[in-house]
């Protein structure tokens, strides 16, 4: 079927304010993942779901930054308070499994966050 | 904690010239290698993959070979064209079994015709 579809594709926010962002995964993936590309810092791993597990939120960089993931399927990553320094591009990928063979992570075209 | 090096870009190549952009890590255990890819205004895409030491990773012409000796996972391919253009990461996912990731900084190729 259809590939990790996120949004918005673009979004511009004054620093201070909230965001939402998301991410649809390929159906029938089990684990999903949230990265941030940006220029000073390359890729960076955020947080992972896998399954009913707790979510791995050792990349998350402050307090500021969250994810919850409903029914297994459709990600939201919540910026609150914004700051400049949050500019990036926010990468969504998804895989059947987190380890074994056949784990490959199929990303997402990316959400460009901009901070005003 | 794990880390990914590879060599900085941008690299610019002339078409049909041969390319390797290298790639060394630093893990504990048998971690898995990856070569991944992004075209312009495109999202990030698997090149080539490895899971244990010797295996090498093939696709488009493009191929890796996982050296524990050397801890490295350079990318090479013999002639490369002006489709080839891209920017490349190099990729681990530790033995740790946590799901994630680890990437380098990313190398950009130009290939003028």
């Known amino acids: 079927g259809a590939g990790v579809s996120q949004s918005p594709s673009n979004k511009v926010t004054e620093k201070g304010k909230d965001v939402e962002l998301r991410c649809d995964p390929i159906s029938g993936h089990t684990a999903l993942y949230w990265y941030r590309q940006s220029l000073g810092q390359g890729l960076e791993f955020l947080i992972y779901f896998q399954g009913n597990s707790a979510p791995d939120k050792s990349g998350l960089p402050s307090d500021r930054f969250s994810a919850e993931r409903t029914g297994g399927s459709v990600s939201t990553l919540t910026i609150q308070r914004t700051q400049q320094e949050d500019s990036a591009v926010y990468l969504c990928?998804?895989?059947?499994?987190?380890?074994?063979?056949?784990?490959?992570?199929?990303f997402g075209p990316g959400t460009r966050l901009t901070v005003l | 904690g794990d880390s990914v090096t590879q060599m900085e870009g941008p690299v610019t190549l002339s078409e049909e010239a041969f390319l390797t952009i290298n790639c060394t890590y630093t893990?504990?255990?048998?971690?898995?290698l990856f070569w991944y890819v992004q075209y312009p205004g495109e999202g990030l895409q698997l090149l080539l993959k490895?899971?244990?030491?010797?295996d090498k990773g093939s696709n488009k012409g493009f191929e890796a070979t996982y050296r524990k000796e050397t801890t490295s996972f350079h990318l090479e391919k013999g002639s490369v064209q002006v489709s080839d253009s891209a920017v490349y990461f190099c990729a681990l996912h530790g033995s740790s079994n946590t799901g994630k990731l680890i990437f380098g900084q990313g190398t950009t190729l130009q290939v003028k015709p």
């Open positions: 893990a504990t255990g048998y971690p898995s």
């Open positions: 990928a998804s895989s059947l499994a987190v380890s074994g063979s056949i784990y490959e992570q199929f």
């Open positions: 490895a899971t244990k030491a010797d």
